[in-house]
């Protein structure tokens, strides 16, 4: 099996080859802005990201993962005179927030995380060899890169030069000379942080950060360049034409761009003001379940945001949860001299998932060839003929699935894990309810906690529970 990535760049499905074949995957994806708490969002971005990551791992090849961090940029500098604190107290505490939400949704960490104001004789230098190489001209102690000067400008967005010039004008204050010049360097405004440079005291602007950072890191021709779509164009785009004016090589190989996360007809974003931060959104369920939810859609594409979305994915992930937990339960006391035909289905299983991943990681598919496997085992384990090695397969199955995905319990209990105060309190004011023959309410109660997905059987030794 071979791995295949969409690359914006072509708009086509490409066999994936790493430029170095001796060396690391060189991946970056662009990290968050530090001014505020990480939406929901951003969880999309990191978790796909993350599991692209692990699969190109699991193919064999060593990956250098860079994310990072934006410090310096409008919101960044509002918010921070806003609350009148440094800018780097301001930064340094939303970092510190980040990896907080990441670890609870089980986000591995990168390798390198680089923070744009720490990069400055970097990306100084970078400006100046821009100007050195006629790409660039300082006006003002401004700074801008000439568009003019570059062949294939809109080649990831598909967009013709001229259409982009359609409505783009130069605003009375602005020294450019062209329209859709972009800025390199912008000189301070009253009461903002700023940097000294050959052209001025002021500031870098964003794309040459991710370009300088990027390269630092990884090279001037890298693997894999990741972020949303929404950063296609201008974002992306200008990087390309920075970077490769300042090697002279191509940039990256394989540029590949997630779906953003609406709100209804909306993006979901701060600016909008319709945002959920991964913190709230976590009070109310499991990190794995979010993670399912994030997964359960190809990563090119749009996620609705819901309340219905995330409960409808809690339900479905208690079921594999459920079949994984009775596995182990069986293999406690699975008879070692029982057939071993399920060992091929479990071998299958695995090729099925590997299979969609490697096309252009699906985890859509992959994680419908987990529920097709899943069902099987079901019938497998209600036909009581489970043999040790069969337990034992379907098990590893589940866990190399996981490694990639993280979406499992290692050891899962019901009752302690997978049911929250509310929940508790149902099942202790049904039990009341049965003791006082409140039969019409102890009903009432079994009926909402099955639309939970927790169903409750009485036996003489009290009320077991089950995933439904």
Known sequence: MVLKVHNTL???????????????VG???????????????????????????RHIQK???????????????DHCIERAIELDIPLKELADKYIAEY???????????????????????????????LIDNGFAYESGGDVYFSVSKVENYGQLS????????????????????????FTLWKTKKEGEPFWESPWSEGRPGWHIECSVMSMKYLGETFDVHGGGTELIFPHHENEILQSEAISGKPFVKYWLHGGLMNVGDDKMSKSLHNFFTIKDVLKEYDPLVVRFFLLNTHYKKIIDFSEQALNEAKQA??????????????????????????????????????????????????????????KEVNKYLEAGAVSKASAEAIIVTFEEIDDRLTLFRAESSLADEMIDAHVRALIEEREQARAQQNWARADEIRDILREKGIGLEDTPDGVKLKRL
């Open 10 to 24: 072509s708009g086509e499905l490409e066999l994936f080859e790493p430029v170095n074949k001796e060396g690391p």
């Open 27 to 53: 991946m970056y994806v662009c990290g968050i802005n530090t001014y505020d708490d990480s939406h929901m969002g951003h969880a999309k971005a990191a978790v796909t990201f993350d599991v692209i990551r």
């Open 59 to 73: 193919k064999g090849f060593d990956v250098k993962y860079v994310i990072n961090f934006t410090d310096i940029e």
């Open 99 to 129: 990896f907080k939400d990441m670890g609870a949704l089980g986000v591995r960490e990168a390798d390198i995380y680089p923070i744009a104001s720490e990069h400055m004789d970097d990306i100084i230098a970078a400006i100046q060899i």
């Open 158 to 181: 598909n967009q013709k030069i001229e259409d982009m010039q359609v409505g783009a004008r130069i605003a009375a204050d602005e020294k450019k000379d062209d329209p859709m010049d």
């Open 317 to 374: 992930l208690a079921r594999l949860q459920n079949t994984l937990d009775n596995t182990r339960k069986t293999l406690e006391s699975a008879d070692p001299v029982l057939s071993d035909d399920f060992i091929d289905a479990a071998n299958k299983a695995l090729q099925n998932f590997d299979e969609a991943m490697d096309n252009d990681f699906n985890t859509r598919d992959a994680i419908a060839s987990l529920f097709d496997f899943s």
